[in-house]
């Protein structure tokens, strides 16, 4: 800890959190869960004591800054060069963080404006030098271009910013021009009107926090900090676009606002994570209560035009001084950083590698099938599962480059396997919904893996994530288009969402993976076997093949076997490996599934692909 800390409370954590609607007791509780909210609330708490001993750099204070910021923005140096951009900037154009700071402003017109583009940047650099700023510091109806070549009209708002490092700097604030000109008049009615505008933002709680503290501390009180992630917002952003988002988020806020006291203070930390902070408490207990009243009001539907979201919220909760941040959790929070930093370059190291899962018949239990997982073969951590960095991606926009990474590995393992005469055999890739959003992009990378590798097309099946729906409309088209150039399309974790029949039969389904936990739900309650039983056997009726997930035991693997299910998948029978040891596996005598007519339907698809192309 930097010297100068006065706060040796800061050495001990005694972390309450809560996870799915329960909250969990520091003595029950694992020492460090893996849930990002009670990170963030810890971290918020030591953020504001270490800022009272050092004062932060300018540049990545400003860089987190503008991460907070409801809109896309970036920050441009003197020689027009692109420094640093938020999410919303990178999913706004749909670039990497790489590819935009491989950039200069001025790549991002068209071609045809780039010179009343250098006029105008020339004028701002004036205007940054202290001359007049007149007409300058805004431009309405800017013509900008996606990294798909898409032209779209923005308004930009500028701001000043003296960075040691790379000089003068403007910070561009960017808004779709069709919603209208955001002058000051109206940002300000915006504020009074629309609660996500009107919430300060990280910085400013910051501020309140370390004031609150030390109030706190002088006069023997508590404070406590909320972290609050809303869920399901990328997912709705994804498919119904971002204000069916900022919609989502106002009713998240509206709700939090409902619940908390008059007298508590909110922010929005970034994107869909909120922060409460309860000041003056004499008895923090009463924490605990607003946070489990927090969790069921937010889970409650939530209605976006004729759309119904159930959030998943995630709330991490800290109470100083009781609660605070050890060594062990300040590492913690540095690996997230870390991982952030390195994510953006292992893709270029060949840093990512897929394991795979098999999944057996439940009947004779051959082996006849695997599934990928996409895993980071970290330098110095090791191997890290998808759930640990995924989120991470998300919000850098590194989502899809992952994707088209995990589906090019897969293939490759594919070709290996046909070299070795281990093919044909069923193989699941889980698809994001930004790689489906990317419809066209996509579909050209399944054309040139099919071409490459020349197999059949229907051993291969995409799986996308009910927890991910609903799907936009060219999403849908996606997936018909991969189910007509031979794919096969899997659901998973089918039943969690009300929406889960439905889409039997509006999407080209060929098999579904249930929910994790049904299994042992089914085993414990005998109407819960009913119901799964019935709904297994409407699958089957529709030629939809069933995979029971999370077989652990015998009387899992029973209980699949009773409702019907074709086939199973756990770690108590084959647990996920790399692809060495499933060669191993395979040249041991198991066999994956025949092939049928392979040669003449290879032919077929092979002859469908190659019209397709031309």
């Given at each position: ?13 005694c ?31 030591f ?15 400003m ?12 920050m ?15 999913s ?28 105008w940047?020339?004028r ?5 030098s ?8 805004h ?54 009107t ?5 919430l ?19 006069e ?15 997912s709705i952003v ?7 988002g900022?919609?989502?988020l106002?009713?998240?806020v509206?709700?939090?606002s ?14 869909d ?22 969790q069921?009001?937010?889970?409650a539907?939530?209605?976006i ?61 051959e ?15 090791g191997?890290i ?6 989120q ?5 926009g ?22 070795m ?16 959003s ?21 051993h291969?099946q ?15 088209t ?11 399309v ?10 889960a ?32 039983s019935?709904g ?17 035991s ?50 077929k698809?092979?002859?469908l ?6």
């Open positions: 800890m930097a010297a100068g800390v006065s706060h040796p409370g800061l050495v001990s954590v972390c309450r959190y809560i996870v799915s609607g329960e909250t969990v007791e520091p003595a029950s509780a694992p020492r460090f869960s893996s849930d990002d909210a009670l990170i963030a609330a810890c971290f918020l708490l953020t504001c004591f270490i800022r009272s001993a050092v004062a932060p750099k300018k540049e990545p204070r860089k987190q800054h503008i991460e907070s910021l409801p809109d896309p923005v970036m441009i140096s003197e020689d027009g060069a692109i420094v640093a951009a938020n999410s919303l900037m990178q706004l154009l749909h670039y990497t963080p790489e590819e935009l700071l491989e950039r200069k402003a001025e790549d991002l017109a068209p071609v045809d404006s780039r010179a009343d583009y250098a006029l940047w020339d701002l650099m004036q205007a940054a202290g001359q007049s700023t007149t007409g300058v510091n431009l309405h109806d800017m013509r900008a271009l996606t990294k798909e070549g898409t032209e779209i009209s923005l308004d930009v708002s500028l701001k000043r910013f003296d960075s040691e490092e790379t000089g003068p700097c403007l910070i561009a604030s960017f808004r779709d021009a069709a919603a209208g000109k955001p002058g000051a008049a109206q940002s300000d009615a915006d504020k009074t629309d609660p996500l505008k009107s300060p933002d990280q910085e400013q709680f910051l501020e309140s926090l370390q004031a609150a503290v030390t109030n706190a501390q002088a023997g009180r508590f404070v406590a900090v909320l972290t609050i992630n809303s869920g399901q917002y990328r994804d498919t119904l676009g971002r204000e069916a900022d919609d989502y106002r009713e998240i509206t709700r939090i409902r619940i908390s006291r008059k007298q508590d203070t909110m922010a929005r930390l970034s994107g994570e909120f922060a409460v902070m309860i000041d003056s408490l004499g008895d923090p207990e009463i924490v605990s209560k607003l946070a489990a009243r927090i069921s009001f937010l889970s539907p939530a209605y035009g004729e759309h119904s979201f159930a959030p998943r919220p995630n709330i991490g909760v800290s109470v100083f001084p009781t609660d605070s941040v050890d060594p062990e959790m300040g590492a913690r929070a540095k690996q997230r950083l870390t991982l952030e930093s390195d994510l953006r370059s292992a893709i270029f190291k060949d840093e990512f590698a897929v394991h795979f899962q098999p999944f057996f018949e439940l009947e004779s239990g082996l006849f099938g695997v599934e990928s997982f996409l895993r980071w073969e970290h330098p110095k951590l191997t599962e998808l759930h640990d960095f995924m991470i991606a998300d919000e850098t590194m989502a899809a480059p992952l994707g088209e990474t995990a589906l090019w590995l897969t293939f490759e393992a594919i070709r290996k396997w046909k070299a005469g281990h093919w044909p055999m069923r193989v699941i890739h889980t698809l994001s919904p930004q790689q489906l990317r419809q066209e992009s996509l579909l050209r990378q399944l054309r040139g893996l099919l071409l490459d590798s020349k197999i059949d097309p229907q291969v995409f799986c996308i994530h009910e927890t991910a729906m609903p799907i936009s409309e060219e999403q849908v996606a997936l018909l288009e991969i189910s007509e150039m031979g794919f096969r899997c659901i998973d974790e089918f039943g969690i969402g009300a929406s029949l439905t889409y039997l039969f509006d999407l080209p389904v060929h098999t579904i993976k249930l929910a994790p936990g049904m299994l042992a739900e089914a085993i414990e309650d005998d109407h819960c076997k009913a119901v799964l019935a297994v056997q409407m699958a089957r009726s529709l030629k939809i093949e069933v995979i029971a997930v999370d077989i652990e015998d009387a899992h693997l029973e209980t699949a076997r009773a409702i019907g299910c074709d086939a199973g998948q756990g770690d108590w029978k084959c647990p996920s490996m790399s692809f060495d040891k499933l060669c191993n596996a395979l040249f041991t005598g198991h066999r994956p599934q025949k092939a049928k007519n392979a040669a003449r339907e290879l032919a698809r092979q002859e692909i190659s019209g397709t192309l031309d």
